[in-house]
């Protein structure tokens, strides 16, 4: 449960705390071009709360944004790791204050905008601590990983701890080796590490507003993801993957190759299906996922929503109102 203090008290006058405004929905609402208008106004720069803009060489894919958004509105957090790296909700929560600390030093209110609930919830509500990876551990895993198979792996994580089994998606490698990683490591469940963590939090150093942006029709969604899908494709997004495939350290199994419409590029080089079904596939999963987001987004509390495109006007007066300006 977020701590309270994720969101504005009942009277911000009193609340001295650096302003900073979360800019969330699911993907493919507008939440870019409405943030990017707005740190242009404010001379600001956007912090990149998604966890597949982390990589470099994935920009087409992962919608990443062009050299005329960038210049207008910088980014921060893009290509911070290689598609074979790893990085934790953790490393984001450090970088992300980093970079929230440093403008609010120069008088700037950072723009927090994304679609990566983890990212978000790690950032602002802070998880539980957990014991560091261990390379030879994690080494292990990935060896009993290719050996015996993410299914034998799920049911040992069954066996030993059947809360994060029941939370951790069957076919969810990153989690899965995870979890198994801190009973290796520590002789206790990931679930009991993640319970003893939800105790009251400091509050977070600065007053944040929560802005939602989602389409009030799903039909309007789905068509903006369809839409963004195929222009993708026009952009060379399967020369893209096949650069990526080049890469000796990658495979179909790596949280960045997992992400929406890489898997389903991946899969459809591999021979396992043909192009239609590639394209209706990652259509597809890019609307699960939009499903996914706008569940976890539901249980945000003190959380403003508003249609990107109708409610634009109502949208610029709460962000103008929590600011305090006239821009």
Do not use: C, N
């Not at 050299?67 to 910088?74: D, E, H, K, M, S």
């Not at 539980?128 to 990876?133: C, I, R, T, V």
């Not at 993708?232 to 020369?239: I, V």
């Not at 899969?267 to 597809?284: K, M, S, T, W, Y």
């Amino acid at each position: 449960m977020p701590h309270a203090l994720a969101s504005p008290p009942a009277d911000p006058r009193s609340d001295r705390r650096p302003l900073a405004v979360a800019v969330m929905g699911p993907t493919a609402s507008g939440k870019t071009d409405f943030a990017a208008d707005w740190a242009e106004r404010l001379g600001t720069a956007i912090v990149s709360v998604d966890s597949a803009l982390v990589y470099r060489r994935m920009d087409i894919g992962s919608a990443k944004p062009d050299a005329a958004t960038l210049a207008r509105a910088p980014h921060l957090l893009l290509d911070l790791r290689e598609p074979h790296e790893p990085y934790s909700a953790a490393e984001f929560a450090r970088d992300a204050r980093r970079a929230m600390d440093a403008l609010a030093a120069r008088g700037l209110v950072p723009l927090l905008v994304g679609g990566t609930g983890l990212y978000f919830k790690a950032l602002l509500e802070g998880l539980a601590e957990l014991p560091e990876s261990d390379p030879a551990t994690r080494a292990v895993l990935q060896a009993e990983l290719a050996e015996r198979g993410l299914p034998a792996l799920h049911a040992e994580l069954r066996a030993i701890d059947p809360v994060a089994a029941a939370r951790i998606q069957p076919g969810d490698p990153q989690r899965t080796l995870r979890a198994l990683e801190v009973f290796r490591l520590s002789g206790r469940p990931i679930s009991e590490w993640q319970a003893q963590g939800t105790g009251p939090r400091p509050p977070f150093p600065f007053r944040v507003l929560k802005l939602v942006l989602a389409p009030t029709e799903r039909t309007v969604l789905h068509e903006r993801i369809a839409r963004r899908f195929r222009a993708m494709l026009e952009a060379g997004f399967l020369d893209e993957v096949r650069a990526l495939r080049a890469d000796p350290r990658l495979h179909p199994e790596l949280p960045s190759m997992r992400a929406v419409g890489y898997r389903q590029a991946w899969r459809h080089l591999d021979g396992a299906i043909d192009h239609a079904a590639f394209v209706e596939q990652g259509i597809a999963a890019t609307r699960h996922l939009a499903k996914r987001q706008l569940t976890w987004l539901r249980g945000e509390q003190a959380a403003l929503w508003f249609d990107p495109i109708a409610a634009r006007p109502a949208l610029d007066r709460a962000l103008r109102a929590f600011l305090g300006t006239g821009a």
